[in-house]
């Protein structure tokens, strides 16, 4: 039987319960993870979680002991700046709820992050933020 990381070019592999739950490495991750990297498969983290921008993710994967570089994790916060990037107008406003992973995200993405509130907003975009209360939401609404 063939070993999928000879078949594969690159895996996407999901974190929050999968590589990590918490702080802490599921079992057996980091040396799948390794042992996949060593046959040569490359290796795409994403995640869910908008809260944190990918630098402060790779830094946890490395934490972990992963051979990881920012630029190989992917957020849903990402993700979704990146879909705003392409279908407005580069510097456009975009309202933010969330945490510093979604703005980082939408500055990264060439936007520029404002508040929900504000009469530049053109979108607005939510992602996971431990702060975010009804006021919040209620204020982009």
Known sequence: MPVLAELFDLALVDLDGVVYVGPDAVTGSVDAIAQSHSLGLRTAFVTNNAGRPASQVADHLRSLGIDVQDEDVVTSAMAAADLLAHRLPAGSAIGIV???????????????????????AVAILMGFGPDISWRDLAEAS
């Not at 992973?101 to 504000?118: F, W």
């Open 98 to 120: 969330g945490g510093v992973g979604v703005s980082a995200s939408v500055e990264a993405a060439g936007l520029r992050a404002v508040a929900p509130s504000s009469s530049e």
